[in-house]
């Protein structure tokens, strides 16, 4: 007697692999202290193969990389995140609620990406606008972490170009969505991860809270993401130019104007 093959849709492994990766970060609270990092990798990995195999059938090539980078970060951020929280179930259930919603929104963005390279999609522009929404969202996490431990200004500086690198090079790939990294979008990649990392060295030396630290590199993060991807896709207007160095200054006032100077 054959056995009849199961058939699942791309949207059911979308639920299947969130739904499995909420119950591991939930499941990591369960663990000892002394092995949370540990913890924390393996659920990295884990995310980077539940996404390879929801999204595998519409993957080829550079994809594997740069469509499989912002959901392995997003965890990576979460997690990390995670331990930054009050040890209670009352604190994390609504955090890992939300992050697997997070991660299916994450999955069906990457999904357009993926078949917008190989054909004009409609739900592009709203796959854009969601991805620079949780790459920006994936980037606080991982700042406000980096922050956190009170590290020397250049540890600051390294580990800050080292999260930001990947991310750019994923959010400027997907305006595009090339067959391969141009040498344009690695340039302009490592240019703005250093930008954000000459922040975080300045703010190093701030007497800025960490999370007005991390909203402070986020924020540098919107404006050059943003005004490079519009220069990309050749829709840099002037209007558009103002409008983001408007909210990069307004930020910038509001976390100077909110800092503790005095000793």
């Not at 994390?92 to 929104?105: C, I």
């Not at 949780?134 to 500086?157: C, E, V």
């Not at 490592?190 to 999370?211: H, K, N, Q, R, Y």
Request: proline residues 2%.
């Amino acid at each position: 007697m054959k056995l009849k093959k199961i058939d699942i849709s791309k949207r059911q492994k979308f639920i299947i692999s969130a739904a499995l990766l909420s119950a591991s970060l939930l499941t990591i609270q369960l663990t000892n202290v002394s092995w949370r990092y540990q913890a924390i990798f393996g659920l990295t990995i884990l995310t980077y193969l539940l996404s390879a195999w929801s999204l595998r059938e519409g993957v080829s090539g550079i994809e594997w990389l740069t469509v499989l980078i912002l959901p392995t970060l997003f965890t990576a951020g979460v997690g990390l995140f995670y331990f930054l929280l009050p040890a209670s179930w009352l604190a994390r259930l609504p955090v890992a609620a939300l992050y697997g919603l997070g991660l299916y929104a994450l999955l069906l963005t990457e999904n357009i990406f993926s078949v917008a390279a190989i054909r004009n999609i409609q739900l592009l522009r709203s796959a854009h606008a969601v991805g620079f929404l949780l790459t920006l969202l994936t980037a606080f996490f991982l700042y406000d972490t980096i922050l956190s431990f009170r590290l020397p200004f250049w540890l600051n500086f390294v580990f800050v170009f080292l999260v930001s690198l990947p991310l750019f090079i994923q959010g400027l790939w997907s305006v595009k969505l090339e067959e391969k990294i141009s040498g344009q979008i690695w340039f302009y990649s490592l240019a703005l991860s250093l930008i954000v990392a000459e922040g975080a060295l300045a703010l190093s030396f701030w007497p800025v809270t960490v999370s007005a630290g991390s909203l402070a590199l986020i924020t540098i993060m919107y404006v050059v993401l943003g005004l490079t991807q519009h220069y990309l896709s050749q829709r840099l207007f002037k209007r558009t130019i103002n409008e983001y160095l408007t909210v990069g200054i307004i930020v910038l006032l509001v976390i100077i104007l909110t800092t503790h100077w005095g000793g």
